[in-house]
């Protein structure tokens, strides 16, 4: 067969296979590359990475006083690290906070901003480029990624300080190893105020959440697996309800497409109302849900049918401070009950997922840690190998010199 031809390695069938996700042996021998032993390890990550970054020199980067602005380069993962800097650090932040998610950096950077560049492997394309550009124009610059790798290299040769985190493959398996690194730096610029015992929590709490979706609990009790089982055979809506859930909507978008191969609709409740909540009206929401028998046993229903699955991130907020951002939280929480409120009235399932801890930190661990798991359960019982996307390396091959 063709490696190019776009079959390439692709395997896994439509039916889900309940039998599977309750056979702990059978889904570790079904996940050759280890996703659920690197999602487990997301705790260990954050406290490795708090380590690592406390061993680097970031003092240079407060030198020169407050940038103008931070732009972190990278894509995929390393980008989302970028989005979750600007979400910690609020809209009280004091400067601008930019994910830039393509080569290079954008024209305006310069002497005075700061550039952080992001790559998981240390030789993502983006990254690299980003690094170069930042040196040549005099941009403070830090690098993260993968040590004895060319973005390293790069920032020897600026001397510009350089967190090392151990490679895990695929970058999406080391989203805490990255994160860590960023909110240190922006801690050093003054950006974000998250401190060791907000480390040492999320750590804790990604330690928790891993346990409960362990593979040897069975589905009634997993929240990972009882998750994926929801999502089977539907087309999920991923909502935030403020800009931290938001976030952690997105992230569960990037492991939907890649650990499961599903198509998701995701972002922020504020998107929905103006416009997007008319899907809940369409042929997969409303229409599709207005011919089942609300008294029938699901057990019974048409599995190959595909219909919508709203799936709500809620995030209360923390304190009263944080009402000074762009909304509201009240606000924030009287539109996620009405979209509850109107996906129920259609017959359109919803699954809840509720932000806990005290600090934005640990909260975005709250609601990222259970969707990272059902993304992998959801694949591996449609037979997906979780840690390879055949459409990933055949891209790669496509598009190389």
Known sequence: MNPLEGTAGVRGHRE?????????????RNDPGGMLRATASAGAQVREAASLAAETDLSALADEGRPRAVVIAGVGTAARTGDILETV??????????????????GWVGAADVVIAVSASGRSPEALAAAEAAGRRGARLVAIGAPDTQLHALADRFRAPFIPVPRRAPARASLWGLAVPVLLAGRQLGLVKVNEADFAETASRLDADAERCRTALESFVNPGKSLALDLAHSVPIVWGSSPLATVAAR???DTLSANARYPAVVGALGEAGRGRVGLLDGVYGGLAEADRDIFADPEDSDSSATRLRLVLLR??????????GDEPVAVEERRAEAVQELAERRGVRVSLITAEGGS???????????????????????????????????MKELVSP
């Open 16 to 28: 889900v296979d309940l039998a599977l996700l309750d056979n702990a042996e059978a889904l570790e």
């Open 315 to 324: 995030d209360g907020g923390l304190t009263s401070d944080d009402e000074e």
């Open 89 to 106: 650090a609020g809209p009280r932040c004091p400067v601008p906070v930019l994910a830039h998610r393509s080569a290079g950096i954008p």
């Open 360 to 394: 934005a930190l640990e909260r975005l661990a709250s609601l990222v840690a259970v969707p990272d798991f059902a993304s992998i359960y959801l694949g591996l019982a449609h037979g997906f190998d979780p840690m390879a996307v055949p459409a990933v390396s055949e």
């Open 251 to 253: 992230r569960f978008g």
